[in-house]
């Protein structure tokens, strides 16, 4: 073990561990608090300025310029959006928030795919979302503990009271958004070659997963677990075989029976669709009736601004009864809906390029293809920019697939694996 360590660190200059050891470490705060995941995003940052030179960095970030520009533009919309605003504050907070759509790719992009390890990247995001498990769970245990009736309060680890927002309640974090990561960890689990070995060992793959389906229910994230259905499924049917349309039954089976168990998540898939198929997902007319106050103001082509987008959803909430959502301010929850709404057909048109600009410089290959759908379902459910863990999210994972599988790393990738066979 020394040995290694050694070894390791003879063969790795110490600007090179600096920046290992830093991206491990911001992916695995991304679920914990913001503030800390903040704070070590800066050190992520300062590690890659030591390693590489500007005329490096240069030539790397050339070869992918595209999606970096594209991003740059993504971003572009939010200054556009305080452009055409008339709350300037609540729209120069969102630039402020969205500004690491420019940093993390400008950071990523610039690096080649050498210069990260996707496995260990996996292994770090996994150990953080399991450190905040472990957190909320000791929250949760510590309040049954502490109730005058501990064997009656323990019946209620089932109820929204210990489930959804409550669950996260000690990381201070969002549900879904914790959910997603989750699912991205699944997913690469269940999915990556470097995980081969793993996954012959089934005992040792099911208790390793179990943790993380129990809390994936727990945070009653309807979206986050139609993403791991929707990606089991298409991983089967790319590769169909018999035994794993079993493994997806008793997914799927398995995934009932804790939505009934834990009812609230259960409450909250029944209320999508009636039994005569009426769609009553509580979001779909709210939905409706932002764009019938959007088609009302006219702004069909800039929006009305970022800054204006919250007033907007709150007058539609207002006039559609839509109590809780008013007084709780929520906004679109629809980041296609939020782009219409703040910045017009431009802005819908503008995200959805960045999406097919992924799809084309990755091809969906390997884990591409998981955070792909991901993010397409994702960004029809939440506003997935709202929040700047959802931007950590999307900005990193997003620059790190193009570095990873794009056309140029792949080519690298095939002749590394023929020079293996010709020494074979």
Known sequence: MIKDIRNYWNNNPPRRVFFEASTYLFVATLPLWENLNTIVLWFFVA????????????????????????????????VLGWFFSTDVKDALR???????????????????????????????????????????WGFIIES?????????????????????WNALKPLEGHPSYFAIMIVIF???????????????????????????FLFLIETSSRIGVIC??????????????????????????????????????GSKFSAIVDSQGNITLDRYPRWIAILSEFNARG???????????????????????????????????????EFLVSNGILGLFVYITVLLIFLRKTGLEGEALSFF??????????SIFGLSKGVFIFAFFYSL????????????????????ICVE
């Open 47 to 78: 590690s890659s300025l030591f390693l590489l030179k500007p005329k490096e960095r240069l030539q790397n970030l050339k070869g992918n310029k595209t999606a970096f520009y594209f991003l740059a533009v993504l971003y572009f919309m939010f």
């Open 94 to 136: 969102d630039m402020e928030r969205t500004l690491t759509l420019l940093l993390i790719p400008l950071i990523v992009l610039s690096h080649k795919k050498e210069d990260f390890n996707l496995k260990k990247i996996y292994i770090s995001l996994g150990t953080g979302l399991f450190i905040g498990m472990v957190i909320c």
């Open 144 to 164: 049954i503990l502490t109730n005058a009736t501990p064997w009656v309060q323990a019946g209620y680890f089932f109820k929204w009271i210990y489930n959804g």
């Open 186 to 212: 699944i997913l690469g689990i269940i999915r990556m070659r470097e995980f081969v070995n793993l996954r012959r060992h089934k005992l040792k793959l099911l208790l390793l997963l179990a943790p993380f």
């Open 228 to 265: 791991l259905i929707v990606m089991v499924v298409i991983t089967i049917f790319r590769k169909l075989e018999i035994k794993k349309i079993f493994y997806l039954i008793g997914l799927i089976a398995t995934l009932a029976i804790l939505s009934i168990k834990f009812d609230y998540l």
């Open 299 to 337: 702004n069909y082509i800039f929006g009305i601004g970022t800054g204006d987008a919250q007033a907007l959803y709150d007058l539609a909430y207002s006039k559609g009864g839509f109590d809780i959502a008013l007084n709780n301010h929520y906004n679109a929850h629809n980041q296609y809906l």
């Open 373 to 382: 759908v991901i993010i397409a379902l994702f960004s029809f459910s939440e």
């Open 401 to 420: 697939f193009i570095v990873w599988y794009s056309k140029k790393a792949q080519k690298i990738n095939q002749n590394e694996v023929n020079q293996n």
